[in-house]
């Protein structure tokens, strides 16, 4: 899967934006009954950019060509200036034989890693290996594979990768400038497993 491009580097604080699924049903007494359709939230994104030479517009235009609008999912490594503590990010299921999944980050220190919500015992249950996943992502390597269906998940402190898209799929040049300088690049998070 594509890579957002790493430079030139957006102008910090951007905009992130937490978005979970819920079914609310109200009642006629008041009450409402809540179901959590989704295990792990998404992440959507907004970038902007103090200044951009001709060459760096070109790059982040022609990846938005590329990716064909709205249609195609990328990576995104979040570029905070001081690496942040993520928590309770999903990595996979389990299938009983696949041992070593990649973590939703790079650079990653402090993690913990959970099967089911229960932490795991690191170097007794799993190592982590730094780097060589899908986009240079750090991995998780189990001693027993995960069984079929469990869900693993994590927390650690580091880049965090998200999977995302363009939130707009029809955009001229100008509109797609004024984004990048104004109100914001939107990114559409995804689901990561």
């Keep these: 899967m594509a890579l957002y491009p790493e430079t030139p580097i957006p102008q910090y604080p951007y905009d992130i934006t937490e978005v979970w699924k819920t079914t609310i049903t109200p009642f006629d007494s008041g009450r409402e009954q809540r179901r ?4 792990f939230p998404k992440y959507d994104i907004a970038f902007s950019y ?10 982040l235009w022609n ?27 999903g990595v996979g ?29 690191v170097t007794v249950q799993y190592s982590i290996l730094i780097g060589g996943g899908e986009e240079n992502s ?3 390597q189990f001693v027993t594979a995960p069984a079929e269906n469990e869900i693993i998940s994590c927390d650690f402190a580091g880049y965090m990768r998200n999977r995302c898209r363009f939130a707009n799929d029809k955009m001229t040049r100008t509109q797609f400038a004024h984004a990048l300088y104004s109100t914001g690049l939107e990114l559409k998070g995804l689901a990561m497993i």
């Design 36 to 39: 959590q359709k989704q295990v």
């Design 50 to 59: 103090n200044t951009l030479t001709l060459t760096e517009f070109n790059l």
């Design 93 to 121: 299921t389990g299938d009983g034989e696949t041992r070593i999944f990649d973590l939703p980050g790079k650079s990653t220190s402090s993690q913990k890693i959970y099967i089911n919500g229960v932490e795991q015992v």
């Design 138 to 140: 750090d991995r998780v």
């Design 63 to 89: 990846f938005y060509h590329a990716r064909r609008g709205a249609y195609a999912a990328f990576y995104v490594y979040l570029p905070d200036p001081d690496p942040a503590s993520w928590e309770g990010l």
